[in-house]
């Protein structure tokens, strides 16, 4: 079956960082790729950074050289190291993770706010 749930949001002041986390599990299969989305109020849900299982990584344009995605295969985690934070990143984070049999998995989301 498989589902994902991520944690680590929070308020944030400008330039500073915050680390989230998503765990997937619930499945015997490996997972292909993984990746982090979000959603701004009145905006679409939009691909932040993704992963696949060798570690081929790519990135919103956005958020090149703030944000840094990893995953552990081994706990089937995946996380995203956001530094610099700007007011504009402030949004609902989505994990997604599918896995090698094409289930698909989205998490419940967590709130970042980036404010002083």
């Known amino acids: 079956q498989g589902q994902v749930a991520e944690s680590g949001g929070g308020l944030v002041q400008p330039g500073g960082s915050l680390r989230l986390s998503c765990a997937a599990s619930g499945s015997g299969f490996s997972i292909s790729s993984m990746g982090w989305y979000r959603q701004a109020p009145g905006k679409e849900r939009e691909l932040v950074a993704a992963i696949t299982q060798d570690g081929s990584t790519n990135y919103a344009d956005s958020v090149k050289g703030r944000f840094t995605i990893s995953r552990d295969n081994a706990k089937n985690t995946m996380y995203v190291q956001m530094d610099s934070l700007k007011p504009e990143d402030t949004a609902v984070y989505y994990c997604?993770?599918?896995?090698?049999?094409?289930?698909?998995?989205w998490g419940q989301g967590t709130q970042v706010i980036v404010s002083s």
């Open positions: 997604r993770a599918v896995w090698t049999t094409g289930a698909l998995r």
